[in-house]
């Protein structure tokens, strides 16, 4: 596929789309299934780069990879796994961070596992401390080697107990995937709860597993010996919810998305509520609309659930540029997630980024020389440009960006948006977007 596309922008988009499982969530349930003695099925799965790289790397270690596209049905069978090639899952895994999550399943299969060099959006450093971290607390043995890190485990894995100085979202989900066959019982405290986090848990426990979540974010899971595979259907991406609706604002639109939950979106809808745009939940999706009028200026203070996402950030920063007066914008989950406002202002948006903490309260970047806060004045109207992706969620608001911006866009890297939105194009063109692909 091409990497560069021309946006005829200025039309709203109006129309219907469907959104499936969320990426966030359908990659751990993917790496679950190398937890299991018997073949998995999983439901519900979009059709979007990152399914691709795990299923290669799963089907790297032995399991046998079944995926119906067009069903969104994926069947694994585990029954063989085995130790991959080092240089097969470096070239494979791209930019993927999903690697590191084998340790725990491959150490309780194999006694080892080998993570590459870690990818990913470039959105902060993305460090991987925490997770090896755990790894450690359960008793593997961590060796760091020039292209990545190996990992044995000669006594097996023991439960612990374990604090988390961050709710990470990864590293709750590396410790449930090595606790669940540990020898023992482990706790986690100031874990990450995302309903994509409690839907790993929902498949944990149908393949045997034995987890309680407490309201104070501390989980304790109960090792077991062996588990079997499971059939789930994925809940819905929130995230990709979110992205559309946000679009249907920033163009002036009405779109229609199926798929789209509201209990998980509960703060997007509150946020969207203020900044006035419209919903209407019914009940096999939620309808997003501009309904006229003036948008309304907000503070915004990204969070780790049942905050505001951080990937919800940058889609709604582009209808942010429609409201009226100003409105302050405090990411405080990546210290680095306000890049793609330079594109925006190369647009005719007035955005200004600053190292303080603005909005309301501190957070752990306050002190760090990182741009992440942010002013927006607006209505600011956008012009055409030349634009390159910067990562997925980044890019995907540029293409917002672009698709209301007066005048024909060029927008390089389009390649990356399709790691984590499935068929984007199909819905653009489903929502009476004018674009062109380059030959
Ligand atoms: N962190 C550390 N050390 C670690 C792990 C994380 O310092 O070992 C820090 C990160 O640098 C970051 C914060 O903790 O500042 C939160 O990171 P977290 O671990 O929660 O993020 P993640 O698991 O790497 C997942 C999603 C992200 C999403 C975040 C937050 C996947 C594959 N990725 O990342 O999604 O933004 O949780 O909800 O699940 C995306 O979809 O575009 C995306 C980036």
């Given at each position: ?7 005829n922008g200025?039309?709203?988009l ?28 999983l439901?519900n ?9 795990v ?21 694994l069978?585990?029954?063989n ?6 240089a ?23 006694g ?7 990818g ?12 090896l ?24 894995l ?7 100085a ?19 019982i ?24 034995i987890?309680s ?14 588990l079997?595979?499971?059939?789930h ?22 779109i ?13 809808l ?11 939940v ?9 309904p006229?009028?003036?948008l ?11 905050g ?24 405080t ?27 309301g ?17 607006g ?8 634009i ?35 068929n ?16």
């Amino acid at each position: 596929m091409s990497d560069l596309l021309y946006v005829n922008g200025g039309t709203p988009l109006n129309g219907t789309i469907r959104v499936r499982g969320a990426k966030n969530f359908v990659s751990k349930a993917m790496v679950a299934a190398l937890l299991g003695e018997t073949p998995s099925v999983l439901r519900n799965v979009p059709e979007i780069r990152d399914v691709h790289v795990v299923s290669g790397l799963l089907q790297l270690h032995g399991v046998n990879v079944d995926y119906d596209v067009e069903a969104g049905t994926l069947s694994l069978d585990p029954s063989n796994v085995e130790t991959a090639h080092v240089a097969d899952i470096d070239a494979h895994a791209g930019s993927s961070r999903i690697p590191i999550l084998f340790c725990g399943p491959l150490l309780h299969r194999l006694g080892e596992a080998f993570i590459p060099d870690l990818g990913g959006c470039r959105i902060g450093d993305r460090p991987i401390n925490y997770h090896l971290d755990i790894l450690r607390a359960f008793g593997a043995q961590v060796d760091k080697h020039p292209h990545g890190i190996f990992l044995s485990a000669p006594n097996g894995l023991k439960g612990t107990k374990y604090q988390l100085a961050y709710p990470s979202v990864g590293a709750t989900e590396q410790l449930l995937l090595t606790a669940v066959r540990a020898e023992g019982i482990t706790e986690l405290s100031n874990a990450a709860i995302e309903p994509e986090i409690m839907d790993l848990i929902n498949v944990l426990q149908k393949m045997g597993a034995i987890i309680s979540v407490d309201t104070d974010r501390v989980i304790r899971i109960e090792g077991v010996s062996s588990l079997k595979g499971y059939s789930h259907t994925a809940l819905s991406d929130r995230i990709e919810a979110a992205s559309w609706a946000s679009a249907a604002l920033a163009t002036k639109g009405d779109i229609f998305v199926e798929g789209a939950t509201q209990p998980e979106m509960l703060a997007f809808l509150n946020t969207f509520r203020k900044v006035g745009g419209q919903f209407e939940v019914q009940d096999n999706g939620i309808r997003f609309y501009h309904p006229g009028g003036d948008l309304k200026s907000i503070v915004l203070e990204t969070d780790v659930h049942p905050g505001f996402m951080t990937d919800w950030q940058q889609p709604l920063v582009v209808a942010l540029t429609q409201a009226k007066g100003l409105s302050i914008v405090h990411e405080t989950v990546y210290e680095n997630r306000l890049g793609f406002t330079e594109a925006l202002r190369g647009m005719g948006a007035q955005i200004q980024v600053y190292k303080e903490c603005l909005g309301g309260r501190d957070c752990r970047f306050g002190q760090m020389n990182f741009h992440h806060s942010a002013v927006v004045a607006g209505p600011t109207p956008l012009t055409a440009a030349d634009i390159e992706v910067p990562d997925l969620r980044g890019g995907f608001s540029h293409l917002i960006a672009a698709l209301a911006a007066e005048g024909r866009s060029k927008v390089r890297g389009i390649t990356l948006i399709d790691r984590g939105y499935e068929n984007f194009m199909g819905k653009l063109k489903a929502l009476g977007a004018s674009f062109e692909l380059s030959d």
